[in-house]
Nanobody, 115 residues
Framework: QVQLVESGGGLVQAGGSLRLSCAAS????????MGWYRQAPGKQRELVATITRGGTTNYADSVKGRFTISRDNAKNTVSLQMNSAKPEDTAVYYCRVFIAPKVYWGQGTQVTVSS
């Protein structure tokens, strides 16, 4: 079994910064893609950013230039640095990892950006 524990959510003012972290533990041989998704009230869950094992990143257009995803393969962690936060970034953020052949999700962490 694999467990994902997220941390770092909270309340931040517009224009501020926040850093989310996710640590994977359990029976892990090799983590492939890691990523962050978010779900705002009344909306579908959407991709925020992903990163491959080799470090190739992909971002949603809405966060490009503001958010940075990174990972530590030795520690099985993935982080999301959120800068220049906007009220529309308010959502529950979920960590997602792909360990073939399964996808695992974290429990989610609330991020609220006040205007």
């Amino acid at each position: 079994q694999v467990q994902l524990v997220e941390s770092g959510g909270g309340l931040v003012q517009a224009g501020g910064s926040l850093r989310l972290s996710c640590a994977a533990s359990g029976t892990i041989f090799r983590i492939n893609n890691m990523g962050w998704y978010r779900q705002a009230p009344g909306k579908q869950r959407e991709l925020v950013a992903t990163i491959t094992r080799g470090g190739t990143t992909n971002y949603a257009d809405s966060v490009k230039g503001r958010f940075t995803i990174s990972r530590d393969n030795a520690k099985n962690t993935v982080s999301l640095q959120m800068n220049s936060a906007k009220p529309e970034d308010t959502a529950v953020y979920y960590c997602r990892v792909f360990i073939a052949p399964k996808v695992y999700w974290g429990q989610g962490t609330q991020v609220t950006v006040s205007s």
